[in-house]
C-alpha cells in the first residue's frame, strides 16, 4: 500500500482499509490477517483522539508522515496498533480493532499465550485490538513508528485483491467523548469482528 492511500481523511482510509492484509515477517516467519474492523480518529479536532491535546513526543507518529505505526500501551495490560493519516504535520490516525487470520495461526496462537494443540475459537485470536496487537507480537517498543507502506518493515499492510461487499458504521467503543460519531468501520456480517455487533449504518 502506498504512502499516498494514508494521506487523506481516516474516514475515507478506514472503509478502504477493510479487507486489506496486516503482514508480519521475521525471518521465515509469516503472519497474516484481513482486517475486519478499525476505527477513526480525527486528530486535532476530535475530542476521543490522543492527538487532541496537541502534538507530544508519545504521539508525535499521529502528526505524521502518513502511513507509520503508532502503539500505545492501554489498562497496563494491552498494546494497540494504529496507521497515522493524512498530509504530514496534521494528526490523523485509525486503530486497528479486528483481523481474520489468514497465515501463522500456531504462532499468533503461541504468542497469545493459548496451547497450539488445544482447541479454540479462531474469532478471539485476533478480535480486539489488545488480542489483534498480542497475536502479532506488537508492542510500542519495538514496533512504534514503523513505516507500514514498506514490505522492509517487517509489519506492513498489503492489497490481496479481496473486494468489500457491505461495510457497517457504528459509534466507537469504549469512549465517553465523541461517543455519538459513527467512526467504527467494520465488514457486515464477519465473525471475527470484535465488540457488540448491533446493527449500524450499512453502506
Known amino acids: 500500500m502506498s504512502r ?14 477493510l479487507g486489506k492484509v496486516l503482514v508480519r515477517r521475521a525471518g521465515s516467519n509469516l503472519l497474516a490477517a484481513r482486517i475486519v474492523e478499525v476505527e477513526a480518529y480525527l486528530g486535532e479536532n476530535d475530542p476521543a483522539a490522543h492527538s487532541f491535546a496537541g502534538r507530544t513526543p508519545r504521539n508525535a507518529v499521529l502528526f505524521g508522515p502518513p502511513g507509520h505505526a503508532y502503539v500505545y500501551f492501554i489498562y497496563g495490560n494491552h498494546y494497540c496498533l494504529n496507521v497515522s493519516c493524512l498530509p504530514d504535520g496534521v494528526a490523523g490516525g485509525i486503530l486497528f480493532r479486528a483481523a481474520e487470520p489468514l497465515a501463522g495461526v500456531d504462532e499468533m496462537t503461541r504468542s497469545r499465550g493459548l496451547c497450539v494443540n488445544s482447541a479454540h475459537d479462531p474469532r478471539k485470536l485476533t478480535s480486539g485490538p489488545g488480542r489483534l496487537a498480542e497475536a502479532f507480537g506488537i508492542t510500542r517498543e519495538r514496533d512504534n513508528g514503523k513505516d507500514l507502506t514498506s514490505a522492509r518493515s517487517g509489519l506492513f499492510i498489503a492489497d490481496d485483491g479481496f473486494r468489500v461487499r457491505r461495510i457497517v458504521t ?19 456480517e464477519n465473525d471475527f469482528v470484535s465488540g457488540p455487533k ?3 449504518v450499512v453502506k
Open 170 to 188: 457504528t459509534p466507537r467503543i469504549g469512549i465517553t467523548k465523541a461517543a455519538q460519531l459513527l467512526l467504527r468501520y467494520m465488514i457486515a
Open 198 to 200: 448491533k446493527p449500524g
Open 4 to 17: 499516498e492511500f494514508y494521506d487523506r481523511d481516516p474516514r475515507r482510509v478506514s472503509r478502504d482499509l
